[in-house]
């Protein structure tokens, strides 16, 4: 079972990409929009990646969300199945192939602190990212399960990362 894409070297055209689609969401999301930003791998310079967009909608809470989901679908982005509570997730693919995946959840939810936090130590550690890039190839090279594999076992590497920070803060 394949990926939803394959990893490529860092694009410097990502940056690009994901700026068009804020400008565009800023347009259409309203007054529940508290922040967006660029997040996963392809918000990491010089770190391989699926070349899929991933970008973290802040909202002040979840209000319509049959309307967003609606003005969303007119973009081609489709709702997925939550991430968990209070975190909606939606993709979007073209020929066939993902290129944008939109997180929106809440301020403070725990997703918002653990993708902008893991971002960060990957932009900032060239050791951390290099040894991140690395499993992240492994993974795809060894998958057989598709992404909920790749996902799952990226996990730990992600947890083991934030748990380091947070001892620190301690």
Request: aromatic share 6%.
């Amino acid at each position: 079972m394949a990926l939803t894409s394959k990893i490529t070297a860092y694009d410097s055209a990502w940056p690009q990409r994901y700026e068009a689609v804020k400008v565009l969401l800023a347009s259409v999301l309203g007054d529940e929009l508290l922040a967006i930003h660029h997040v996963g791998s392809t918000a990491v310079p010089q770190l391989a990646a699926k070349p899929e967009i991933d970008v973290l909608v802040e909202v002040s809470e979840h209000r319509n969300e049959a309307a967003r989901d609606e003005v969303l679908l007119t973009l081609d982005y489709v709702r997925g199945s939550d991430l968990s509570e209070g975190h909606h997730f939606y993709r979007r693919n073209v020929g066939g192939l993902r290129t944008h995946k939109i997180h929106i959840c809440s301020r403070g939810h725990h997703s918002v602190i653990q993708m902008l936090t893991f971002r960060d130590l990957l932009r900032n550690d060239a050791s951390l990212r290099k040894r991140y890039q690395d499993l992240k190839i492994e993974l795809e090279a060894t998958n057989i399960g598709g992404m909920a594999e790749y996902l799952e076992k990226k996990g730990p590497f992600i947890v083991a990362a934030l748990l380091e920070v947070a001892n620190r803060r301690r």
